[in-house]
């Protein structure tokens, strides 16, 4: 196994802080996974946070916690209420679940069971003497920064705005990446992946073939006693309330899942029922498209699943399709006049009739007064928010979608091109991968389990 094979690798030798990349990209519609709540209806664009500045050695609590209380303490490290509030805040921007005074109440607990989780992985990094160095964090907010669409001055205003400390991010990343590299330098080596396993993967595949199959995501919450269990499932019923009430599957799944599938919002693609633990099958059985199940309580903790499409066979899967797009941005303040407005509306109908194609896509927008475009990228069609799933839908090559007005100004996004998908059984390469990811996500959530009891945990 090449770990450069895996995105979002656990492997060593591609370090990537997903969960936090992936998170960000949910606030661009072009990024992949949705709608900022935080915005219009249809707002586009995202942020991206610019060099915060961050030593080599571990985030500190912050000194607001000396003032603010402390909440919890794990062996030796502290979590304050400003930490806590200051997550929870950059889980609601970049989750979709409401920002009201009822969701903070509901979502602290496991807010505050991810922070704690943290600070054990930074404690484990530091004993392993594994240090995260400036220029990975560096290098994972550029990553922020190209898939989210957005300047390093933007992703500044949009924490601003919505209240959120860059030592909120930084945290986070700090603890994914001290985590990666955990994980990559005690696990990975031990992991391998048969050719005979790859070969028995590929006949079941095939005589599975006629039967139906299901594009599923899911979240996993996991916990390690029966006294937990409790809270795990009522935490698990309240994301399940917010999901249901429109808040996006995938952008709650990067935020909270603790399976490795939450680098990809949750996604695993699709599955036959024998792929799928035993207790999740006669629910997704049941299930229809776009449904979200009730907490599913399991061996490896309590799971949330998604199907986002029913087929038979292997042919060709629409949600597989995939789309190059380019976003285009005619800046405004959230405050500009209505007259200012209504000539930035004009400009960007002048734009959609003047364009030819994405090769001339950024010298077209010069004409107008600080006009952006950014360079294609090309996205999955299942990994889009419905709505510009919808819109897509109705287009083609060297269309540009109905123009939105967001908080950033009046935005567009052009198709550049369009490739369906071809169907089939997956390859060696793909299997491969699946496998050798699912072991070595196993080996970290045992090894973070064996993590958590050995800690001395004080929660005020």
């Not at 989750?95 to 509901?106: K, L, V």
């Not at 973070?448 to 001395?456: E, G, I």
């Amino acid at each position: 196994m090449k770990p450069s094979k895996l995105a979002c690798s656990l492997a060593p030798a591609v370090i990537v802080a997903c969960r936090v990349l992936s998170a960000f990209a949910f606030v661009s519609l072009v990024g992949l996974a949705g709608i900022s709540p935080g915005r219009a209806a249809d707002s586009l664009g995202a942020p991206s946070p610019d060099s915060l500045g961050l030593s080599t050695d571990e985030p500190s609590a912050t000194s607001a916690g000396d003032t603010q209380g402390i909440v919890a303490i794990v062996n030796d490290h502290i979590i304050s209420r400003y930490d806590l509030n200051q997550r929870v805040k950059l889980v609601m921007v970049t989750s979709g679940i409401p920002n009201s005074p009822e969701m903070i109440d509901r979502i602290q607990k496991q807010v505050l069971r991810s922070l704690i989780d943290e600070a054990l992985e930074v404690e484990e990094a530091k004993r392993l003497d594994l240090k995260v160095e400036q220029r990975e964090i560096d290098q994972q907010l550029a990553q922020i920064a190209a898939r989210a669409n957005m300047t390093p001055a933007q992703i500044d205003d949009y924490l601003k705005e919505n209240g959120v400390s860059k030592d909120a991010l930084i945290s986070q990343l700090y603890a994914d990446i001290a985590w990666n590299k955990v994980i990559g330098q005690q696990y990975a080596p031990l992991v391998t992946v048969g050719d005979d396993e790859i070969d028995e993967t590929l006949k079941r595949i095939e005589a599975e073939a006629d039967q139906p199959r299901y594009l599923v995501s899911e979240i996993l919450l996991t916990f390690d006693n029966p006294q937990q269990e409790a809270e795990v499932m009522a935490g698990a019923q309240r994301l399940v309330d917010q999901m249901r009430q429109g808040a996006p599957f995938a952008a709650v799944a990067r935020q909270f899942s603790q399976s490795a599938s939450s680098a990809n919002g949750g996604d695993i693609g699709w599955e036959h029922a024998s792929q799928m633990p035993a207790e999740i099958v006669p629910v997704v059985q049941q299930m229809t498209i776009g449904g979200i199940s009730d907490p599913i309580r399991t061996l490896n903790g309590v799971y949330i699943i998604q199907v986002r499409n029913k087929q038979t066979g292997l042919g060709p899967d629409p949600l597989q399709d995939r789309w190059t797009l380019a976003h285009v941005l005619l800046p405004l303040t959230p405050d500009a006049p209505d007259a200012l407005v209504a000539r930035r509306a004009a400009e960007a109908q002048k734009f959609i009739s003047e364009f030819k194609s994405c090769d001339a896509i950024a010298d077209q927008v010069k004409q107008f007064v600080g006009g952006m475009a950014q360079a294609p990228r090309t996205v999955v069609f299942g990994q889009l928010d419905q709505r510009l799933r919808e819109g897509l839908s109705k287009a083609k090559p060297g269309d540009v979608l109905k123009p939105v007005r967001s908080q950033q100004g009046i935005e567009m996004i052009a198709v550049c091109g369009y490739q369906a998908d071809s169907g089939g059984a997956p390859t060696r390469d793909q299997i491969e991968n699946s496998i050798y990811s699912q072991r070595l996500d196993m080996m970290a959530r045992r090894h973070l389990r064996d993590l958590r009891r050995d800690a001395v945990v004080d929660i005020r």
